[in-house]
């Protein structure tokens, strides 16, 4: 395993078993690069955290454990103030406790294993390296990632190469996040900047035009008062002149139509140049309408994630009986819901949380095991119906609708799939609306002409 960017505890010296030091791959002329020597006592149980090697520990606590759960723990075992400790400090004396083994690796272990008993259980069935590395990915694509972490790491078949290529992906992951938010901000600035650049070149192309119409009629305006000129004077003109008006009005004819030729001239460079600006028109008024739906994009992600964090604070809290703050979920509480669709990773999580905060969470996936004929059963009764645009099909959907419009019960499309969606719709929801649903309004939909 390589060494890290930064230590955060010193490397514990256990004895790596030969197996492991053969798939490795590692140079024992580099020893920079040298994993921590662990030797398991029986290859067939499971790792403790202390038998881990020690460049593990970060990544393990880090995205296993929360900061909240780690400042409970850590002070019974450090000599950290609980209050006043900073957020790296609880991690490092985490990190630290896991290293040095003792009563509080012990605890961080328990803990561990209380959390992801699940992931452990599921983890269990798979007999070798490949049957972990699958699972492993199961999880990446579900976004499942810190019980299947713990349990692959903790794995009696992860061999050194299993835990290495699970620490790099999860690393990445972490860089793929940041650089996504940071790709969105460049783009934004990038739109708004050729934004600005398309207005300055549309004003500078209408101030060009309006040069050339003022100079156009100025040029008429003057040929036109020559001519006025040169007829009052012929008209004054002697018999005897007769050679001299007949040259003057070849010259006037002349001129004449070297001024039409200039105005036929300015015309077309004026209709050219009006086509161009309603060009570069519709094409800034596309990228404002980009730019806009980019911006309501972001600011909807941006209040799902907002929303998703301080559920999960305020769940973390209202969990272990804090009692300092209520829980954003407060709103389904004693609510049956309903939940159209969606993905078995996600609905799992949603249902958590929805009982978590005391309410009644019923999935139907709109077909593909359940039969649609149980979803018209499930709808009566139910506080609040959701579904999920992008992940139900349009029969289900139409049948849905129809079946609330029946009962008269309050139906809300999620944007996704996600728990994001979902916990920002609910905080829209306030339980003053909620309770408006069991009583809503007749509706004027017809069941047979729509």
């Known amino acids: 395993m390589h060494t890290p960017p930064f230590r955060l505890a010193q490397t514990s010296r256990f004895k790596l078993s030969s197996d492991e030091l053969d798939g ?33 520990h970060c990544s393990i606590i880090g995205t296993c454990l929360s900061t909240h759960e780690l400042r409970k723990l850590v002070p019974r075992f450090t000599g950290l103030d609980r209050q006043h400790a900073s957020d790296l400090e609880i991690h490092h004396a985490a990190v630290e406790l896991a290293i040095e083994g003792g009563p509080g690796a012990k605890a ?79 783009r934004l600035v990038a739109l708004e900047a050729e934004n600005a650049a398309l207005k300055e070149k549309i004003e500078r192309q209408q101030s060009r035009l309006q040069a050339l119409s003022m100079q156009h009629d100025a040029s008429l ?22 050679a001299d008006l007949e040259a003057d009005l070849q010259r006037l004819r002349d001129k004449l139509v070297e001024a039409d030729q200039r105005v036929a001239l300015h015309t077309s ?19 404002r309408k980009s730019r806009d739906q980019t911006l309501a994009l972001l600011k909807l992600v941006q209040g799902e994630c907002d929303a998703l964090e301080r559920a999960t604070v305020d769940a973390a ?43 009644d969470f019923v999935v139907h996936d709109g077909g593909v095991e359940d039969r649609k004929g149980l979803l018209a059963a499930a709808l ?10 992008d992940c139900i099909d349009h029969d289900s959907m139409n049948m849905l609708k129809r079946v609330c419009e029946r009962h008269r019960l309050g139906y ?7 728990v994001a969606s979902f916990v920002e719709l609910m905080a829209r929801l306030h339980p003053e609306h909620l309770a408006q649903l069991n009583n809503p309004t007749p509706s004027a939909f017809c069941l047979r002409h729509g």
Request: hydrophobic share 40%; proline share 5%.
């Open 380 to 389: 009566p009764g139910a506080d609040i119906v959701v579904f999920p645009v």
């Open 221 to 242: 305006s003057a040929l036109t008062e020559q001519i006025a000129q040169l007829t009052a004077l012929a008209t004054r003109q002697t018999p005897t002149d007769a």
């Open 108 to 186: 961080l272990h328990k803990l561990l294993d209380e959390h992801y008993a699940a992931a452990i259980r599921r983890f269990d069935k798979a007999a070798d390296d490949e049957a972990l590395l699958k699972l492993w990915d199961e999880a990446l694509k579900s976004g499942d990632i810190p019980p299947a972490y713990w349990a692959l790491m903790t794995h009696p078949y992860a061999t050194l190469y299993v835990r290495e290529k699970a620490f790099g992906e999860l690393h990445m992951l972490s860089h793929l996040v940041g650089a996504a938010n940071r790709a969105d901000i460049r």
């Open 269 to 287: 460079r004026r209709e050219t140049a009006e086509q161009r600006l309603l060009q570069e028109q519709g094409a800034a008024e596309v990228l």
């Open 317 to 359: 809290h209202a969990i272990h009986g804090t009692g300092t703050r209520r829980a954003s979920l407060d709103s389904v509480r004693g609510k049956r819901i309903v939940y159209v669709g969606g993905r078995p990773g996600s609905n799992a999580a949603l249902k958590r949380l929805v009982e978590a905060a005391g309410g």
């Open 24 to 56: 490795s791959r590692i140079r024992a002329a580099d020893p920079c690069c040298m994993p921590a020597e662990v030797s398991l006592p029986n290859a067939t149980r499971r790792a403790r955290l202390t038998e881990l090697d020690s460049h593990l």
């Open 412 to 418: 809300h499309p999620l944007r996704t799939a996600s």
